[in-house]
C-alpha cells in the first residue's frame, strides 16, 4: 500500500529548490528572479511544514508551520521592498536585466 | 609654655598648604596683579616660616621624632600589608631645615620685589617660586622615600622653570634644559635606589628603616648596601652637583639672580647633603659607600674652588663656591662628620644667599656680570659693599663668622681621620675659597671704576632699601648664625641634629683650628696681593700668562663641558641618528611595505567584486554544495559508499 509520506514531500520541495535555482542562475530579468526565489522561499516552507507535520521535533512540535509562517510573511515583505528597489532602477536606467545592473561593482 | 610648643605640631600641615595655597591664588585669581601676587607670595613664606620657627623652638625646648599623615586622602599607596601615606615629619633636622627653606624663601621673594620690577613674567617668577616652596617643604618634611622622591622631581621641575625663566633668550632655555636632563640622570638611579630598597625591606618610611635597624639586620649583603647607596647617592650627586654631575650648576646661573640664591645656594641644591643626613643609617651601614662620598665630596670641592679662582663672571664665582661647599658637606657627612656637615649646610645657606644677593644688587645696578667691567664699586655702595664683606668672610671661613665654626668642625673631623691626603685636600680648599672670595670682593669693590668699560662713575648709586634689607638681615645671620654650633656652646647644634648616640662634648681641636683660620687668612692675603690696588705686589695677568694651561684648564671649569659634549652628547646624537635611520627605514619600511603589499593584493581580489547578481548567486550556490558534500564525507564518518547507498 502506498501513503504519501515525508520522501514525497522532500522530493517535492527538492524539485521546487532546484527550479528556483535553475531560474535565479539563468534568467536576467529582475522579476524573474524575484519569482525563482519566492519558488526557492516555498520550497523551503514545504519542506519545514512537512518535517513538522511528521514530527521531527518532539520539543516544539510546532516549531516547522510557525517557521512557514514567518517566511511568507517575511517573503511578501521582501518582494514589496525588492519591487520597490526594481521600479526606481528602472525609472533611472530604463532595464531590468540584472547583468547590465552592476553599480555596485568595486 | 611646653604646651604652647607642643600645640606648634598640630599645625605644620600649614607650612605646607600656605605656599601651595600662595601659588594656586597667584595663578588663579590674582594673575594679572603684580603687586598683591607678590605679597601673598611674601605673606605666605612669612607665615610658613612663623610655623616653623614654632616647631625649631620646640624641638629645641624637646627633641622629638614625632610624624602626621596628611590624612586628607588616606593612604596614597595601599596594597598587600604595604601602605605608603603621604605625610609631615617632625625631627631636630627636618624643622632647621624648614627654618631655613622659609626663611630664605621670605627674604627672597622680597628681594624680587625691586629686583624683579618692570621684568617680563613678574607673576608667573612669583607664583614658581611658591610652587618651589612648596615642593622643597615637601621634600623635606617627607617621612618617607617616596615623598622625597616627589619632591625631589617637583623641585626639579621648579628650577627648571625659574632658570627658564627668560626662555626667550636661548641660553637661558638651554642651561634650563641641561640642568634638567643632568640632574635627572642622578635622579634615575635614585629611584632604581628607592626600587632596591623597597624590594629588600618593604619598608620605606625613614623612621621605621632606622629604629628597627633593618639596613644592619643582615637582609642585604655589604655588596648590596653598597650598591643600595651609591644608588640613592647617585640622586644627590645629581641635585647637589657633585663632580662628575656638577657641569649644570653654573649654566643654572642664567636665572634670575634671587632664583640663583634660593633654588642654586641656599636649598633646592642643598637637598642632596640634606638626603645623605636623612638617609644616613643606610650610608653608615656601608663604609665603602661613605669612602665614596667623601672622596667625591672632596674632590669636587677643591677642583670647584680651583675653577671658581679663573672665573669672570660674578655669578659664576659664587656658583662654583656653592659646588665647592656642597662638596665640603658630603667631605663632612662622609668621614662621618654628621652634625658638622649637616650644620655647614645651615651656615652655607645663610652666607651663600647673602653672596647671591649682594651679586644681585651689584648687577641690578651695573647691568653686567663681567667683575672686570666693575671695580670701586666700594665707595658707592657702601651697604652692599659691606654685606658682601660680611658673605666673603663667612664664605672664606674667617673668624668668628658662620662659615668658621662650620668648616672649622668638618676640619676637626678630617683631622682625626689622620688622612694626610684628605687633610691636604681640606686645606687647599679652605685656601682657595678664601682666595676666590677675596679676589671677587677686591676686584669688584676696590680700586679704580670701571676698568674695561665706559661708563659714568656718578650714576652709579647704591641699591634702595627692599633690596638692602634682606642683605642686611642675611648679613646678620652670616655673623652669627655660627655661634650656635661653637665648640664653647653647652648644648650647641651637634647637640641638636647628630646620628646615633648623643656626642660627646666637642673639645676645641687647635691643630684643625690653627690651620683651616691659617690657610683661609693666607688665601685672603694672597687676594690682597694680587687683586687689592692699595697692597698690589704682583700681577696677575703676568702669573696667568706663565701658567697658561693651568689658568686655561681652571678658567674652562676643566674642560668637562667639552669632554661630556664631544663624549656624552655626540654618543647621543649618534643613538638618535642610528634611532632614527631605523625608524624612518625599518619601522616605516616595514608599515608602508604591508600596506603596499594589501594594496597590491586588494588591486586583484577586488575583481571579485563584480557587481553582478548571479554571479554571486553562483558562487553562493557552489559553497552551498561544497559544504554539503564536505558534510556527507565527514557526517559519514569517511563511510562513501554508506551515503551513495551501496552498502548496509
Known amino acids: ?106 | 609654655m611646653a604646651d604652647f610648643l607642643q600645640h606648634s605640631f598640630g599645625y605644620m600641615w600649614l607650612i605646607l598648604l600656605l605656599p601651595l595655597a600662595a601659588f594656586l591664588v597667584m595663578l588663579g585669581i590674582t594673575y594679572e596683579n603684580k603687586r598683591t601676587s607678590a605679597w601673598i607670595g611674601i605673606l605666605a613664606a612669612l607665615g610658613a616660616d612663623a610655623v616653623s620657627i614654632w616647631v625649631l623652638v620646640a624641638e629645641l625646648a624637646k627633641p622629638q621624632h614625632l610624624q602626621y599623615p596628611l590624612g586628607l586622602f588616606g593612604d596614597f599607596i595601599n596594597f598587600g600589608d604595604f601602605h605608603l601615606s603621604f605625610g609631615i615629619l617632625a625631627d631636630p633636622l627636618a624643622a632647621m631645615m624648614v627654618v631655613v627653606v622659609c626663611s630664605v624663601s621670605a627674604l627672597i621673594q622680597f628681594y624680587s620685589l625691586e629686583y624683579m620690577r618692570g621684568e617680563e613674567g613678574y607673576v608667573r617668577y612669583f607664583a614658581f617660586i611658591s610652587l618651589f616652596t612648596f615642593s622643597m617643604l615637601l621634600l623635606v618634611l617627607s617621612p618617607n622615600f617616596f615623598q622625597t622622591y616627589v619632591g625631589w622631581e617637583l623641585v626639579g621641575v621648579c628650577s627648571y622653570l625659574l632658570i627658564g625663566h627668560y626662555f626667550k633668550r636661548p641660553s637661558a632655555a638651554a642651561a634650563a634644559k641641561k640642568a634638567f636632563i643632568v640632574t635627572r640622570l642622578g635622579d634615575f638611579p635614585f629611584l632604581v635606589g628607592i626600587g632596591y630598597i623597597f624590594f629588600r625591606f618593604h619598608e620605606l618610611d625613614f623612621f621605621a628603616l632606622s629604629s628597627h635597624h633593618m639596613y644592619t639586620a643582615g637582609l642585604v649583603s655589604v655588596g648590596g648596601l653598597f650598591v643600595m647607596s651609591l644608588l640613592v647617592f647617585s640622586g644627590a650627586v645629581g641635585k647637589s652637583a657633585q663632580f662628575p654631575l656638577h657641569v649644570w650648576l653654573p649654566d643654572a646661573m642664567e636665572g634670575p639672580t634671587p632664583i640663583s640664591a634660593l633654588i642654586h645656594a641656599a636649598t633646592m641644591v642643598a637637598a642632596g647633603v640634606y638626603l645623605v643626613a636623612r638617609a644616613y643609617d643606610l650610608f653608615s651601614a656601608s663604609p665603602g659607600a661613605l669612602a665614596v662620598i667623601a672622596t667625591l665630596g672632596a674632590l669636587t670641592s677643591v677642583m670647584a674652588a680651583i675653577w671658581a679662582v679663573a672665573q669672570d663672571d660674578i655669578k659664576r664665582i659664587v656658583a662654583y663656591s656653592t659646588i665647592s661647599h656642597l662638596g665640603l658637606m658630603m667631605f663632612g657627612l662622609g668621614v662621618g662628620a654628621y652634625s658638622a656637615g649637616v650644620f655647614h649646610l645651615f651656615t652655607h645657606a645663610w652666607f651663600k644667599a647673602l653672596l647671591f644677593l649682594g651679586a644681585g644688587s651689584v648687577i641690578h645696578v651695573m647691568h653686567t656680570q663681567d667683575i672686570w667691567e666693575m671695580g670701586g664699586l666700594g665707595r658707592r655702595m657702601r651697604w652692599t659693599a659691606g654685606t658682601m664683606l660680611v658673605g666673603c668672610l663667612a664664605a672664606a671661613g674667617i673668624f668668628p663668622f658662620a662659615g668658621f665654626w662650620s668648616k672649622d668642625a668638618i676640619m676637626s673631623a678630617v683631622f682625626e681621620l689622620k688622612n694626610p691626603a684628605f687633610i691636604v685636600i681640606a686645606i687647599l680648599i679652605t685656601f682657595f675659597s678664601a682666595l676666590y672670595m677675596f679676589r671677587l670682593w677686591f676686584v669688584v669693590f676696590t680700586g679704580q671704576t670701571a676698568k674695561r668699560r665706559a661708563f659714568d662713575p656718578k650714576r652709579v648709586h647704591e641699591s634702595n632699601g627692599i633690596i638692602l634689607l634682606p642683605l642686611v638681615i642675611l648679613a646678620v645671620l652670616a655673623t652669627v648664625a655660627g655661634f650656635w654650633g661653637a665648640p664653647f656652646v653647652k648644648e650647641g647644634f651637634s647637640n641638636f641634629i647628630f646620628f646615633g648616640a648623643k656626642p660627646e662634648p666637642e673639645t676645641a681641636n687647635a691643630i684643625a683650628i690653627t690651620a683651616s683660620l691659617g690657610s683661609a687668612v693666607l688665601g685672603v692675603v694672597v687676594a690682597a696681593v694680587f687683586y687689592w690696588p692699595r697692597f698690589q705686589r704682583l700681577s696677575a695677568a703676568t702669573l696667568t700668562r706663565r701658567y697658561a694651561p693651568v689658568y686655561d684648564w681652571a678658567h674652562n671649569k676643566g674642560y668637562f663641558d667639552e669632554i661630556y659634549e664631544h663624549m656624552f652628547v655626540a654618543l647621543g646624537l649618534y643613538i638618535g641618528r642610528a634611532a632614527q635611520w631605523f625608524d624612518q627605514h625599518i619601522i616605516d619600511g616595514f608599515v608602508d611595505g604591508l600596506a603596499d603589499g594589501y594594496q597590491l593584493v586588494a588591486l586583484y581580489l577586488r575583481r571579485l567584486q563584480s557587481g553582478r547578481v548571479q554571479g554571486y548567486a553562483v558562487g553562493l550556490f557552489a559553497g552551498v554544495i561544497v559544504i554539503a558534500v564536505l558534510a556527507l564525507i565527514f557526517g559519514s564518518g569517511g563511510n562513501l559508499a554508506a551515503v551513495a547507498g551501496f552498502a548496509k
Open chain 1, 1 to 106: 500500500m502506498t501513503y504519501i509520506g515525508l520522501g514525497h514531500f522532500l522530493v517535492v520541495s527538492a524539485g521546487l529548490f532546484a527550479i528556483g535555482v535553475y531560474g535565479l542562475l539563468s534568467k536576467r530579468n529582475a522579476i524573474s528572479l524575484l519569482i525563482s526565489v519566492e519558488i526557492m522561499f516555498n520550497s523551503v516552507s514545504l519542506a519545514l511544514a512537512a518535517f513538522a507535520r511528521f514530527g521531527y521535533n518532539e520539543v516544539q512540535p510546532l516549531a516547522g508551520q510557525a517557521f512557514a509562517l514567518f517566511i511568507i510573511a517575511i517573503a511578501a515583505g521582501e518582494v514589496a521592498v525588492a519591487i520597490a528597489i526594481l521600479l526606481v532602477i528602472y525609472r533611472q536606467r530604463a532595464t531590468v536585466w540584472v547583468d547590465e545592473i552592476d553599480l555596485m561593482k568595486w
